[in-house]
């Protein structure tokens, strides 16, 4: 932090610490209260106290890793302050944005300068804008699948922080690719603690892909990377896709639900050129062939206790 006292008196004294996590009113930030400010940063903030003289100075906020602070925009960016002193339960004020240097984004600094600063308590990043700049609504921390009986599907996610959640909606995709919401969560707005929530779905035979979209309150939204299951009723076969692949191979294994599964490829002469193993907890098992893997036809060989596949595949 960097406090720019050049108008001020040589005898003013100001004392600072940083604290990497959520300022404990961060969750009572509405962007309905704030004309110019949409969300105050729920991963860190500064406690500056002003213990001598009367000056007002200016504030300068630093970030080392733009991916670490949640800021993709610097030009959206503004100094929030929290004013214990205010009405009600949101006390946030915006003391302006005067200067910026660096970029946003992973490995990239920079800073952000407030306007004269009246008053002394914690500090964060805020932004003005309401897309997706500085920082992303909600942070997910998991999102995972099971298979539960008649054709149902168990889904389970984490977040770590939320800013205006409305609400998740959970999609499937048909068969042409396109996802459909089957079933909306409410979200719990502004929160800076985990938050468990779960649902239940039903679905056609086969291989499904299942995502998560995030709403806020004013409409906004991300959707998240898709998942794999297959939840068929019957055995069924073993089968790969996308076949022909680039690198990703989805695994289905109806009949080997829970498994633990040993995958191995090799070339058409024999030998073998990747190996991996791990469960197909949601019916799918999903790998990634190594990037300089050549071109060609290989054998995929799937192993789950006493059952054995064999499958050709071809790598574009």
Same mark, same amino acid.
């Given at each position: 932090?960097?406090?720019?006292?050049?108008?001020?008196?040589?005898?003013?004294?100001?004392?600072?610490?940083? !604290?990497?996590?959520?300022?404990?009113?961060?969750?009572?930030?509405?962007?309905?209260?704030?004309?110019?400010?949409?969300? &105050?940063?729920?991963?860190? !903030?500064?406690?500056?106290?002003?213990?001598?003289?009367?000056?007002?100075?200016?504030?300068?906020?630093?970030?080392?890793? #733009?991916?670490?602070? #949640?800021?993709?925009?610097?030009?959206?960016?503004?100094?929030?302050?929290?004013?214990?002193?205010?009405?009600?339960?949101?006390?946030?004020?915006?003391?302006?944005?005067?200067?910026?240097?660096?970029?946003? =984004?992973?490995?990239?600094? #920079?800073? %952000?300068?407030?306007?004269? %600063?009246?008053?002394?308590?914690?500090?964060?990043?805020?932004?003005?804008?309401?897309?997706?700049?500085?920082?992303?609504?909600?942070?997910?921390?998991?999102?995972?699948?099971?298979?539960?009986?008649?054709?149902?599907?168990?889904?389970?996610?984490?977040?770590?922080?939320?800013?205006?959640?409305?609400?998740?909606?959970?999609? %499937?995709?048909?068969?042409?690719?396109?996802?459909?919401?089957?079933?909306?969560?409410?979200?719990?707005?502004?929160?800076?603690?985990?938050?468990?929530?779960?649902?239940?779905?039903?679905?056609?035979?086969? &291989?499904?892909?299942?995502?998560?979209?995030?709403?806020?309150?004013?409409?906004?939204?991300?959707?998240?990377?898709?998942?794999?299951?297959?939840?068929?009723?019957?055995?069924?076969? &073993?089968?790969? !896709?996308?076949?022909?692949?680039?690198?990703?191979?989805?695994?289905?294994?109806?009949?080997?639900?829970?498994?633990?599964?040993?995958?191995?490829?090799?070339?058409?002469?024999?030998?073998?050129?990747?190996?991996?193993?791990?469960?197909?907890?949601? =019916? %799918?098992?999903?790998?990634?062939?190594?990037?300089?893997?050549?071109?060609?036809?290989?054998?995929?060989?799937?192993?789950?206790?006493?059952?054995? !596949?064999?499958?050709?595949?071809?790598?574009?």
């Amino acid at each position: 932090i960097g406090i720019d006292n050049t108008s001020g008196a040589t005898t003013d004294r100001y004392s600072a610490k940083y !604290y990497n996590e959520a300022h404990s009113g961060q969750q009572y930030f509405d962007p309905a209260n704030h004309a110019a400010m949409e969300g &105050v940063s729920s991963l860190e !903030y500064w406690d500056v106290q002003q213990t001598s003289g009367t000056s007002t100075p200016k504030i300068t906020l630093y970030w080392d890793d #733009g991916d670490e602070s #949640g800021i993709t925009n610097p030009a959206s960016l503004v100094v929030a302050h929290w004013d214990p002193l205010a009405s009600g339960t949101d006390k946030w004020e915006n003391f302006s944005n005067t200067a910026t240097s660096g970029n946003g =984004g992973a490995g990239n600094s #920079g800073s %952000v300068t407030s306007g004269a %600063v009246t008053g002394f308590s914690s500090f964060t990043f805020a932004s003005t804008s309401n897309t997706d700049d500085n920082p992303l609504p909600v942070e997910l921390l998991d999102f995972i699948l099971k298979c539960a009986e008649d054709h149902k599907a168990e889904l389970s996610w984490n977040t770590a922080s939320e800013i205006n959640n409305d609400h998740f909606e959970v999609q %499937v995709a048909d068969d042409d690719g396109v996802f459909n919401t089957v079933k909306q969560i409410d979200g719990h707005g502004n929160s800076n603690e985990m938050i468990s929530y779960s649902c239940m779905i039903k679905l056609d035979e086969g &291989v499904k892909y299942i995502r998560l979209k995030q709403v806020d309150y004013d409409g906004k939204f991300e959707t998240f990377d898709p998942v794999a299951v297959n939840c068929s009723s019957h055995p069924g076969d &073993v089968d790969i !896709y996308p076949n022909p692949t680039d690198s990703r191979l989805d695994i289905a294994l109806p009949s080997i639900n829970g498994s633990e599964v040993s995958v191995s490829v090799y070339t058409t002469s024999g030998t073998r050129v990747f190996s991996s193993r791990g469960n197909a907890e949601s =019916g %799918v098992m999903q790998l990634h062939l190594p990037q300089n893997m050549p071109a060609g036809i290989y054998f995929v060989r799937i192993t789950a206790g006493e059952k054995h !596949y064999v499958k050709k595949i071809r790598k574009n």
